[in-house]
């Protein structure tokens, strides 16, 4: 966890189209999620970054192209990442937040940045065959054992989780129609790249 002591609270100078790559951890240090993207701006709920259809997503162990465009919200101040799916997506999620720790970001180089976080195991998801739900209780409960989640942590993410769940059920922003905005600004900045 060290790696992610240095890390900027906001990426410096960075445009829209640049390249973002997302990084979890867990919180033992073993990595896991890694998925690239292009930057699309940033509002009062964060910074926004549009993973393409086809983008390698991969974990130690497994890997699969996306098959279609997510938009990643990556939290000025909170303990989770959001990533919006939309009716092209052939599964059932439509937004999965995934309660985190230590976000933040460092620079790459010759360019882009890289967007590290912790994945603190519990998830909310909104899906059309399930509704909205808290999943992976049983991970939190078993990780805090066996990764030694201070007890402190482990209430802070508990918490985090049911404030999230309330949220995406009455669907406070920006778990309402906020991605939509950034779906159709990411198309357009994948459209241009190809054109």
Same mark, same amino acid.
């Given at each position: 966890?060290?790696?992610?002591?240095?890390?900027a609270?906001?990426?410096?100078?960075?445009? $829209?189209?640049?390249?973002?790559?997302?990084?979890?951890?867990?919180?033992?240090?073993?990595?896991?999620?890694? $998925? @690239?993207?292009?930057?699309?701006?940033?509002?009062?709920?964060?910074?926004?970054?549009?993973?393409?259809?086809?983008?390698?997503?991969?974990?130690?162990?497994?890997?699969?192209?996306? +098959?279609?465009?997510?938009?990643?919200?990556?939290?000025? &101040?909170?303990?989770?990442?959001?990533?919006?799916?939309?009716?092209?997506?052939?599964?059932?999620?439509?937004?999965?937040?995934?309660?985190?720790?230590?976000?933040?970001?460092?620079?790459?180089? @010759?360019?882009?940045?890289?967007?590290?976080?912790?994945?603190?195991?519990? &998830?909310?998801?909104?899906?059309?065959?399930?509704?909205?739900?808290?999943?992976? +209780?049983? +991970?939190?409960? &078993?990780?805090?054992?066996?990764?030694?989640?201070?007890?402190?942590?482990?209430?802070?993410?508990?918490?985090?989780?049911? +404030?999230?769940?309330?949220?995406?059920?009455?669907?406070?922003?920006?778990?309402?129609?906020s991605? &939509?905005?950034?779906?159709?600004?990411?198309?357009?900045?994948?459209?241009?790249a190809?054109?």
């Open positions: 966890m060290n790696r992610l002591q240095t890390l609270q906001a990426p410096g100078d960075i445009a $829209v189209g640049d390249q973002v790559i997302a990084r979890a951890w867990k919180y033992d240090g073993w990595p896991h999620w890694v $998925v @690239p993207g292009r930057y699309l701006g940033a509002d009062e709920y964060g910074h926004w970054v549009i993973q393409p259809a086809g983008s390698l997503v991969a974990r130690p162990g497994a890997a699969f192209a996306a +098959e279609s465009d997510a938009i990643c919200l990556f939290p000025h &101040d909170a303990d989770w990442v959001a990533t919006f799916y939309d009716d092209s997506h052939p599964g059932h999620f439509r937004l999965y937040i995934d309660v985190s720790r230590n976000l933040g970001w460092r620079a790459l180089k @010759p360019s882009g940045w890289e967007f590290n976080s912790i994945d603190m195991d519990l &998830d909310v998801v909104r899906s059309t065959s399930r509704g909205i739900y808290l999943d992976d +209780e049983d +991970e939190f409960e &078993d990780h805090a054992l066996s990764m030694g989640y201070p007890q402190e942590l482990a209430q802070r993410m508990r918490d985090a989780a049911r +404030e999230l769940l309330e949220a995406v059920e009455t669907r406070q922003e920006p778990f309402g129609a991605a &939509d905005v950034w779906f159709d600004r990411g198309r357009r900045l994948l459209a241009q190809v054109g």
